[in-house]
């Protein structure tokens, strides 16, 4: 994001609320994360520790959470560079690349 148009106490402020908001998604990220694997893996509840059932079955679903989000996290940036390249394109007058 371009902030150059605005002021420094603004520019301030946008990093603030940014990081703020970048924040609170890793948080929420990080519950679904942990409400997911619990609720999938966790279910002897007759002893204080994790049988290695569970515990496999939580490394698992970690991995898999984290890889998925990494996944998507690429195609977002592929989407985005795209759609960058797009709108360059139509304030320049030229052909959108495909």
Known sequence: MDFSGL????????????????MKDFL????????RCFENC?????????SSKEDTCLNRCVDK??????RVGLRFGEQNALLQQQQQAQMSGQAPPQ
């Open 28 to 35: 929420r990220l990080y519950a679904n994360l942990v409400d």
């Open 65 to 70: 959470f984290i890889k998925h989000s990494e």
């Open 42 to 50: 966790v279910n002897d509840f007759t002893s204080k520790a994790l």
């Open 7 to 22: 002021s420094d106490m603004d520019r301030g402020r946008m990093n603030a609320y940014i990081e703020q908001k970048q």
